[in-house]
């Protein structure tokens, strides 16, 4: 029995590293024309690149593993059924739930590993990423965001858009700016030349405008009427639109602050270890969103994990097949569940976040459905060896038909 749990783990090992592998390639393939854009046409050094491509490995493995996790135990059993290695095992009295063994061993390594990258390695990740976006601004490569004849809106509050850069990245021509960080005023700029220019003292940087021009509009403001005293809506000041000539503007602006800022508060949250994250329960009120999306975070920090052993378990009976569903059937059955799961888990968390259900219900649940359909296939297959994928997901509609009859 050994000898022969050695074989199947050995087997659950090399297509799981090689899924990995796969899978997460795939996802980089995605950036790697970032990376090269910021070394062949921005001068980044590629130290810096290096360290963005490492850093944004946790966040890639957090997808990829439980993916990998379940594609192996699938083409394991898939191929042991297909080439009757199974049989041989059951005739040597090594049952189904014996042959599960590895598939758990694998199963709880992915599920630790996954808890590491949940505690430690998504904070590293998303505190890295920050600081090195930081060292490519005090490194004067700051413009490796802006391209020619393209409107960019990543700053706080400023829109960029320049006709020209010159080939060293520092000299900019044709520019336009929509400045609104000041509220009730709208500035638009418009300059000849203009060069970022970096403080020695201060993560702050200037944009340095040579001849140009400064539109700032005001909000109107309504006026009394001199009859009634009343206010007009008739009535509007004038808009205090002012124009201005310059022959040298400096503008300032925090690009590290904007860079550093995040839009979506799920991922913000990632940047935080568990206990920081318990911590900032403390500083909003219950039942506010940004409390709720603390309270997900802190669930999925163990609920993910689990996510690995229930798929590993999931993939062994997917991977038995008989011949009416074909080799291929679980395969692509796999790939229907992931998907049901993730958007499960996408909506669960949404709704998590507005209140309606607590954050337990909704990160937990999408696990236990799952737990309950590797249970069920798991208990099939070591009755029966074969599970009928097509009779399964035809089964409800059968149902429905009976009952309707």
Not at 8 to 33: A, D, K, P, Q, W
Not at 60 to 66: F, G, Y
Not at 217 to 242: F, H, I, M, W
Not at 311 to 320: K, M, S
Request: proline content about 3%.
């Amino acid at each position: 029995m050994k000898t022969l749990h050695r074989y199947i783990l050995g087997e659950l090992v090399s297509y799981l590293l090689i899924s990995l592998f796969f899978l997460t390639f795939v996802l980089l393939l995605h950036r790697m024309f970032l990376f090269t854009d910021l070394v062949v046409n921005r001068g980044v050094p590629i130290s810096i690149v290096a360290q963005f491509l490492i850093a944004a490995l946790p966040v890639l493995l957090l997808v990829t593993l439980p993916m990998s996790t379940l594609i192996s135990s699938i083409m394991v059993f898939s191929r042991l059924s297909s080439d009757s290695e199974s049989l041989a095992m059951t005739a040597s009295g090594m049952t189904f739930h014996s042959q599960l063994i590895p598939v758990g061993v694998v199963g709880i390594a992915t599920a630790l590993l996954s808890g590491f990258l949940m505690m430690f390695g998504l904070p590293w990740s998303q505190n890295t990423t920050l600081e090195v976006r930081q060292q490519m601004l005090h490194s004067r490569v700051a413009t490796f965001d802006l391209r020619e004849q393209v409107f960019h809106d990543g700053f706080d509050g400023i829109m960029f858009y320049v006709r020209e850069i010159e080939p060293s990245g520092k000299v900019m021509k044709g520019i336009m700016i929509s400045d609104t960080r000041e509220a009730g005023t709208n500035r638009v700029i418009f300059a000849d030349r203009g060069r970022l220019i970096k403080s020695t003292t201060s993560p702050k940087v200037w944009l340095r405008l040579v001849r140009g021009t400064v539109h700032t509009v005001s909000k109107p403001e309504k006026v009394s009427s001199k009859k009634t005293g009343a206010q007009d809506d008739s009535l509007l000041a004038r808009n205090n639109y002012q124009i201005a000539r310059f022959e040298r503007h400096d503008l300032n602006f925090d690009l590290t602050k904007s860079i550093g800022k995040t839009k979506a508060l799920r991922t913000s949250l990632r940047a935080f270890p568990f206990h920081e994250l318990r911590n900032k329960l403390t500083e909003h009120e219950p039942g506010t969103s940004r409390y709720n999306a603390i309270l997900v975070e802190l669930h999925k920090k163990f609920a993910v994990p689990f996510t690995c052993l229930i798929l590993a378990f999931l993939g062994a009976p997917l991977g038995v097949q008989n011949r009416r569903s074909g080799r291929h059937g679980g395969f692509a059955l796999s790939l229907g569940v992931l998907i049901l799961y993730y958007l499960l888990v996408t909506f669960t968390e949404g709704v998590a976040e507005s209140g309606q259900i607590s954050a337990a219900v909704a990160v937990w649940s999408p696990n236990v459905l799952l737990a309950l359909l590797a249970g069920y296939m798991v208990r099939t297959a070591g009755l029966l060896y074969a599970i009928d994928i097509r009779g399964l997901l035809l089964k409800p509609f059968s149902l429905f038909h009976r009952s309707k009859s």
